[in-house]
């Protein structure tokens, strides 16, 4: 199977520790993007990159986080110093192309708890 | 900014009635818009979307949607309902280098 992969599918966490997700994009994808999915609600965008370049971030997002995408390759996500309003799905995507106009194929995400 | 609303929080329909699942959208210049599904304990995937062209345009599983500029709205479409597509539906905009995600609409097809 050549989709989008997310390691690990479920993590809990207590409240004040780091975790970090990985995400494996379809290989010829240039895009990919992280967002976070909570109960009831639709992803909300955290950030994107295009290659290696992270090219957008929510200004939503705490400083407590932060993703790379060394080489164009897979992506991390780093959550420093949990907090329990962490607690949500994280989901990858990816797409092809230099605009908005491709759909983006999503992984399965990583469930986070924090205790 | 852009923006999506989906103002159904969840649509009743029987299987083998049309259904249609509502979306507004509010973006500046020309509108990308996507509908999504996410069945449960699946990812998200792509069912359709709008670029440019012809208003009415097909995706997969039967599923059509509806772009009407004035009404800035991108309705889902099926002529025939099965209980399959009972799911969690999501529009989407791209606008600003970011894709927006309206809350969703769960469908629920009763047999």
């Known amino acids: 199977d050549t989709g989008v992969s997310q390691d690990p599918r479920h993590k809990i966490t207590k409240r004040g520790q780091n975790v970090t997700f990985r995400c494996d994009p379809i290989?010829?994808?240039?895009?990919l993007y992280w967002y976070r999915q909570t109960l009831g609600q639709g992803p909300e965008f955290l950030t994107y990159?295009?290659?290696?370049?992270?090219?957008?971030k929510s200004r939503l997002l705490s400083d407590r986080f932060s993703a790379e995408r060394p080489k164009g390759s897979f992506s991390t996500l780093e959550i420093q110093r949990t907090e329990q309003g962490d607690s949500a799905m994280y989901l990858c995507?990816?797409?092809?192309?230099?605009?908005?106009?491709?759909?983006?194929?999503f992984g399965p995400g990583t469930r986070l708890t924090v205790t | 900014a852009q923006s999506v609303a989906q103002p159904e929080d969840q649509v009743n329909v029987a299987e083998g009635n049309p259904l249609t699942v509502k979306c507004t959208y509010s973006?500046?210049?020309?509108?990308?818009l996507f509908w999504y599904v996410q069945y449960p304990n699946r990812g998200l995937q792509f069912l359709l979307k709008?670029?440019?062209?012809?208003?009415l345009v097909k995706g997969s599983y039967g599923f059509e949607a509806e772009f009407n500029k004035s009404q800035t709205s991108f309705h889902l479409k099926k002529p025939s309902a099965l209980v399959s597509d009972s799911a969690l539906y999501f529009c989407?905009?791209?606008?600003?280098?970011?894709?927006?995600f309206g809350a969703g609409t769960r469908l629920f097809v009763k047999a």
């Open positions: 989407a905009v791209f606008g600003g280098f970011k894709t927006i």
């Open positions: 973006v500046s210049g020309n509108p990308y």
């Open positions: 995507a990816s797409s092809f192309g230099l605009a908005g106009a491709y759909e983006q194929y």
């Open positions: 709008y670029i440019t062209g012809d208003n």
């Open positions: 290989s010829e994808h240039n895009r």
């Open positions: 990159f295009q290659n290696e370049a992270q090219l957008e």
